[in-house]
């Protein structure tokens, strides 16, 4: 089943990247039916690789077919930022969200029923929405904030919609694609001022009963532990991390540990263990026990209400549990193959998630490594250490195991000299039992950290490097703080009183778990942060870890071969930087599309690599989204860029240095160079973090001149006499021009029309001009555009910006020179290529 699990999953592959008739494919599975079933008798080997290759196309053929999840797409004409009034009904309940100072944000996500414009008449639409409910703070929270809007309450609001868009950069997440498979089709925002609950109920009362079960196990874990555990406890019992900070987050992912945040198939496999162990120490049979830790399980899985992932787990462990019922316990990848088998059947596209690949992956890892791997190393023993007073016992166990068994009881003969005779061997006993279990943990870890470095370092850029460490103590930790706190939360609806004792033992091991988290999480080596991997070397990861798989039951030699193949392959997917995807011997200047912000990469002839500001959210808002981690840093990993030359900030506003934190660290510049900066928290921070960094920070003045791989750089603005005010403003802009031979280009950060009087007069001459401000009005004079005469123009602008930016009057004098204008916002990552006598442009997306 394994096999056939891998011959779907190909199909599905080929179907999704190289596309062919979904006719041409079902020819192929007639054909290939045909011939298998003919060769079945005289060629069974031969009919067992035609039939999969008949699950090849029909893998092929299931993604073609596939009709793709429609959350009510039909309501994207309509947003498109106009007004509409908006009948609804919940359909998740509602959680609040950070938001600006002195704003309070609530986040819903809603079905219309029926949607209406000022020039559109009642159309009744069904959609899913996420929406953010606005509203001002005020004190006491409880008589402004508006209340929580829960699963089946009808509503009407005014708002703006506009659909999902991701950041059009080569590397970005497609998040589009993530809200259409939740049910999401646009996106939207209104005045909590606007929102009316109207009379009646819209839902199931499943869904209903499901809601109003998780809200209440969440209020009953805030009222057992402190705020800062309950968050923590949220995330790691029921899957509810609306209560967990962004830097909380980055702990657990530099740890390598971030899984515990998530409910996952852990979770499941840890409560399952301990629901089976308890009823059989109640002496229920196999059958009830199993039965009832399956439907527990499910249980479980529906309260949560997180999704595929858990549910996948579940299934797994169900199998698993059947097939143990059938004495078919031992030859696990089968039904690992079964349930994955199952599960693309039923969703093609779930191969293609992260989640399911990482899921599927650890299990079998599990499954045809480190079982094997236990099987020969420690299972023996702790076999062994049964009957351990018993002497005929030996004779059945392996040489080695039997002088094991001599051994124990030799010092245990001794020991009873001083403690007794029945103590002596019970404690050795339960001595190396601890010892041999904290050896399969470690081993397990080992092999699941070593095995698992090809898709954290493709998807999450990470080495994590103190994963290992991190692992063996969470891990068993969290099996003694699940079962912990959900006994406590089940005491708590009897008693609080009888929650105390369990709430306790699971809070220590919070505390264990986070003192672990932060402690390995706060080492250098820990934000080990790699590219995205080259294809060659993907094949070798994999390669690596397929030969591991293969060889784990084979001789001890072979079995050591294929870890040793895993171990090394995993090191050059960590360790060896891939190649920079640069062009040498031309100045590229590439716009990375960040919204409403700038972030403008620039590799100089040379190859050394200079990043012009970072993007960040618009007037300093508060988001748990780091452009610079998530956007621009993904984009320099899928450049293959580890490492940067040097960084600039042009001034002091979020949109532009927001996310240079994230950058600094990921890339680790050698000089970060500044103009006049304002004396601002977010300014005190930064600068401090590069100290910490060992960063050199050096002062750019005008009249600067200096050469950067090849190029010239020259700073033209703001004059050597201008101070920083106590906030940043637009004209502190450093503005730098950089040359190559007999191409120039202007980079103005948000420069206005004082500065570009003062370049104006320089008179210097650019083939690409980075637009000032985004393209607003008050900037890109006519006099600069006259004097520099531009062959082409870039605006780094946000789509859908509220700020009008760029206007129709800059756009307009640079339509007029005939300057051909690229714009983030329509385009998406731009590169423009100047050799030293001509200027090409390519998009990037």
């Not at 962004?246 to 515990?260: A, C, D, K, P, W």
């Not at 979770?267 to 439907?295: G, K, M």
Request: glycine letters at 10%.
């Amino acid at each position: 089943m394994l096999w056939a699990a891998l011959a779907f999953a190909g199909g599905i592959v080929m179907g999704e990247y190289a596309w062919r008739p979904p006719l041409w494919w079902m020819v192929a599975i007639a054909a290939l039916f045909a011939c298998a079933a003919y060769l079945l008798r005289p060629r069974p080997w031969a009919a067992v690789l035609l039939a999969a290759g008949l699950l090849f196309c029909a893998g092929a053929a299931a993604i073609e077919l596939r009709t793709p999840n429609d959350p009510g797409l039909d309501i994207l004409p309509y947003a498109d930022g106009s007004v509409l009034t908006i009948t609804a009904h919940v359909m998740k309940d509602g959680f609040k969200a950070q938001a600006g100072p002195g704003e309070v944000r609530q986040i819903v996500e809603l079905e219309t029923e029926q949607i209406k414009g000022e020039d559109l008449p009642p159309l009744a639409v069904r959609a899913g929405l996420r929406i953010n409910f606005y509203g001002k703070e005020s004190q006491p929270p409880s008589e402004s904030a508006p209340p929580l809007l829960r699963y089946g309450q009808r509503l009407q609001f005014e708002g703006k919609l506009h659909p999902p868009r991701n950041s059009r950069n080569p590397g970005a997440y497609d998040y589009e694609s993530y809200l259409r498979e939740n049910g999401i089709a646009a996106l939207g925002s209104a005045k909590s001022s606007d929102l009316q609950l109207l009379p009646g109920f819209s839902g199931t009362h499943f869904g209903l009963w499901r809601s109003r079960l998780h809200r209440s196990i969440v209020e009953k874990i805030h009222s057992i532990w402190t705020p800062d555990q309950a968050a923590l406890m949220d995330a790691m019992v029921v899957g509810e991390d609306a209560f967990i900070a962004r830097s909380t987050r980055v702990e657990f992912q530099r740890s390598g540990t971030y899984h515990l945040l998530v409910v996952s198939g852990m979770n499941v496999s840890i409560l399952a263990f301990v629901i089976f162990w308890t009823l059989r120490r109640l002496r229920a049979s196999d059958v009830v026990a199993s039965v009832l830790t399956v439907l527990l399980s499910m249980g479980y899985a529906f309260v949560t209400g997180v999704g595929p992932p858990i549910w996948r787990a579940t299934l797994m462990m169900t199998l698993y549990l059947g097939a143990r019922l059938l004495y078919r316990d031992r030859p696990m990848l089968n039904a690992i193959g079964a349930a994955a088998l199952g599960l693309m059947a039923a969703d093609p596209r779930v191969l293609l998630g992260a989640s399911f690949q990482l899921t599927f992956l650890a299990v079998l890892i599990i499954a045809a490594i480190g079982v094997p791997l236990l099987e020969r190393a420690s299972q023996p023993y702790y076999r062994g250490l049964r009957y351990l007073d018993s002497v005929t016992y030996d004779v059945t166990l392996a040489p080695r195991v039997a002088q094991f068994r001599l051994d124990l009881r030799m010092i245990a003969g001794r020991l009873e000299l001083f403690l007794g005779k029945r103590v002596p061997l019970a404690a050795i006993g339960g001595g190396m039992r601890a010892v041999l279990r904290g050896f399969e943990i470690l081993a397990i870890s080992a092999v699941m950290q070593i095995g698992l470095a090809l898709p954290m370092a493709y998807y999450f850029h990470r080495a994590t490097v103190v994963g290992l460490p991190a692992n063996v103590v969470v891990v068993p930790v969290t099996g003694v703080l699940m079962p912990a706190a959900v006994l406590a939360v089940t005491l708590g609806y009897v008693s609080p009183l009888l929650a105390k004792i369990p709430a306790l033992i699971a809070g220590i091991s919070l505390h264990v778990i986070t003192g672990t988290v932060r402690g390995l999480g706060a080492l250098h080596i820990a934000d080990t942060r790699v590219p995205t991997p080259q294809f060659g070397v993907v094949l070798l990861g994999a390669a690596g870890l397929a030969l591991a798989m293969l060889l784990a039951r084979r001789r001890a030699l072979a079995a050591g071969l294929g870890i040793a193949a895993m171990l090394a392959s995993a090191a050059i997917v960590c360790v060896l930087p891939p190649r920079p995807q640069l062009r040498p011997g031309v100045l590229e200047v590439t716009a990375i599309d960040v919204g409403q912000g700038d972030a403008i990469l620039v590799v100089s002839p040379a190859g050394k690599t200079l990043l012009v500001d970072a993007g960040g959210p618009v007037g300093g808002q508060r988001s748990d989204f780091d452009v610079g981690e998530e956007v621009v840093s993904s984009y320099l990993w899928s450049r293959g860029i580890s490492r940067l030359d040097a960084v600039m900030i042009t001034h002091g506003h979020s949109d532009h240095m927001g996310g240079m934190p994230a950058i600094l660290r990921n890339f680790r510049p050698r000089e970060m160079w500044i103009g006049p900066l304002p004396a601002s928290f977010a300014v005190k921070s930064l600068l401090e973090e590069v100290r910490g960094l060992g960063v050199t920070v050096i002062r750019r003045v005008e009249g600067d001149r200096f050469s950067f791989g090849s190029a010239e750089v020259c700073i033209l603005a703001p004059p050597k006499t201008w101070e920083a005010g106590a906030d940043a403003r637009n004209d502190d802009s450093l503005v730098a021009s950089i040359a190559y031979q007999h191409n120039l280009v202007l980079l103005e950060g948000d420069a206005e029309k004082q500065e570009e009087h003062g370049i104006a007069i320089k008179r210097p001459h650019a083939d690409l001009l980075k637009v000032g401000h985004h393209g607003s009005r008050t900037s890109t004079i006519p006099e600069l555009l006259d004097v520099l005469q531009p062959r082409f123009a870039l605006i780094s602008v946000g789509a859908r910006n509220t700020l009008g930016h760029p206007t129709k009057e800059v756009l307009g004098r640079l339509s007029d020179l005939r300057v051909a204008t690229y714009r983030t916002d329509l385009d998406g990552a731009t590169t423009f290529y100047l050799d030293g006598t001509r200027v090409t442009q390519v998009p990037r997306h």
